[in-house]
């Protein structure tokens, strides 16, 4: 998926997606300057999920039992 910044708002990078829908993001969200016009590929990385939940599911196993 592919996100276009279209503006820069107040702290916010308004961008629009490949649906055309547009939304607004808090600058401090990404982790490198970004401007107008810049295209912004978005990934969903399930091995990094997974691994996420093991570690949570391990710390609530630690707190609960």
Same mark, same amino acid.
């Given at each position: &998926?592919?996100?276009?910044?279209? *503006? ?5 990078? %308004? %961008? ?35 691994? *996420? ?6 710390? &609530?196993?630690?707190?609960? %039992?």
């Amino acid at each position: &998926m592919k996100w276009i910044v279209d *503006r820069i708002e107040e702290g916010f990078a %308004v %961008v629009e997606a490949e649906d055309t829908k547009s939304f607004a993001i808090p600058l401090d969200a990404f982790d490198c300057e970004i401007s107008e016009g810049d295209v912004i590929n978005v990934t969903v990385d399930k091995a990094e999920t997974e691994k *996420r939940k093991e570690t949570i599911e391990s710390l &609530m196993n630690d707190l609960f %039992v």
